[in-house]
């Protein structure tokens, strides 16, 4: 702590006095002699005052007030010691503990200013603890007071941005299904600052939308990418969905080309960074290539209904899209761990996307259509 301390200005006599003393003896005589006489100068008996040593004096003065001030607080005083927050993660269980020091008795914290995480709140004991219910950063203060002192201090709690991604389970004659298998290594994992989560669809007309649409409602998501099963010809962005369902799912249930949303519309457009996502599997060494057709089985009817949900909701999620992968090498494909490999480079430019604020952006021109598909 610094203190100051204010003096009254010196007059002119003691300024006199003091250059006189410089002089010397020899000399002090005669400059006194041809001295004017000074209106404020003090009584003739007034000590004469070394200026120098007088700024010393005031130097040590207070240097000794801040060797004070400093011992004062060493000694005492509450102050909140807690200056930095781990992140939350989104209906993940969060507990952290706030500490101060230099309390005179039982401390109770408060919310000062700002908000915590939806779903977060702070108790008198200091704990910060609960289920984090959406993503972004939050700013507050925290107040502790023992009774007879108070501390306050700013902290900030980030809540990763949450990705969403969905894969089927196994159908037809298929052992395995692709788009799940390399989904699950990414469950719970920090991806170039993503909070990736994963859901398994089941491959029935009255099932594959209701897992994914209880996901998007419990961790409001900032992303959500479904995946599919296709041809092998590498990784395939989707472009839009088409109001129709056909062919028969894993209970054996036929649909004929019957809409998907009675009254809704012929087409929705996904909305997610295909180029960027595209260009980084591309300069990782995977094939990829962009469809206009999801064909109409259950991956169009679960990308139609994503999209249905983002127009109904107004934008939100703002990134939502479907992305069909290859089936494994047996069937003329890629490895399970291509797939996720390609999913990771892909992930990073969509994690490079929203750090550079996003944006919607066009299509980009001549969409390629493979010759087959299977979802």
């Known amino acids: 702590m610094l203190r100051t301390t204010t003096s009254p200005p010196p007059t002119d006599a003691a300024i006199l006095r003091a250059a006189v003393f410089r002089l010397g003896p020899p000399l002090a005589a005669a400059a006194l002699l041809v001295a004017p006489a000074c209106e404020d100068d003090g009584p003739a008996g007034d000590d004469v ?3 120098d040593g ?5 130097a040590d003065a207070d240097a000794d007030a801040d060797a004070g001030a400093d011992a004062d607080a ?3 005083g509450l102050v909140v ?17 706030l500490e101060a020091r230099g309390a005179a008795g039982p401390l109770a914290w408060s919310l000062v200013s700002g ?14 603890a609960g289920l984090a219910e959406r993503s972004g950063w939050y700013g507050f203060e925290v107040r502790a007071d023992d009774g007879t002192s108070s501390d306050q201090v700013a902290l900030e709690i980030e809540v990763p941005r949450v990705l969403l991604m969905s894969g089927f389970e196994p159908f037809g004659e298929f052992e395995s299904n692709s788009s799940w298998d390399a989904i699950v290594p990414f469950d719970e994992a920090l991806v170039e600052g993503l909070d990736v989560r994963i859901v398994e669809l089941p491959v029935t007309w009255a099932g594959a939308w209701e897992p994914l649409a209880a996901e998007i409602a419990r961790l409001e998501p ?3 990418l479904a995946t599919g099963q296709a041809g092998p010809e590498g ?9 129709a369902m056909a062919g028969t799912d894993n209970d054996g249930v036929t649909m004929d080309g019957v809409p998907i949303v009675e009254g809704g519309a012929a087409r929705l457009r996904a909305s997610y960074p295909i180029d960027e996502m595209r260009n980084a599997m591309d300069a990782a060494g995977f094939p990829t290539l962009i469809s206009a057709n999801a064909g109409t089985y259950l991956c169009n009817y679960v990308m139609y209904r994503l999209l249905d949900l983002r127009a109904s909701a107004g934008g939100v999620p703002e990134v939502a899209g479907f992305l069909h992968v290859p089936p494994v090498p047996a069937e003329g494909g890629m490895t399970v761990e ?6 990771r480079a892909g992930i990073a430019a969509l994690a490079a996307w929203f750090e550079a604020g996003g944006g919607t952006k066009a299509l980009p021109p001549g969409i390629e259509t493979p010759p087959r598909y299977f979802f």
């Open 49 to 51: 005052v070394d200026a």
């Open 54 to 58: 007088g700024a010393d004096a005031d």
């Open 74 to 76: 060493d000694a005492g």
């Open 81 to 97: 010691t807690t200056t930095d927050l781990p992140p939350a993660r989104v209906q993940i269980d969060y507990e952290v503990r």
């Open 115 to 128: 908000a915590l995480p939806p779903g977060l709140a702070l108790a008198a004991d200091g704990t910060i």
């Open 222 to 224: 900032d992303a959500v």
């Open 235 to 243: 990784m395939r962005f989707e472009t839009a969905a088409q109001n």
């Open 338 to 343: 291509e797939i996720t490999a390609a999913h």
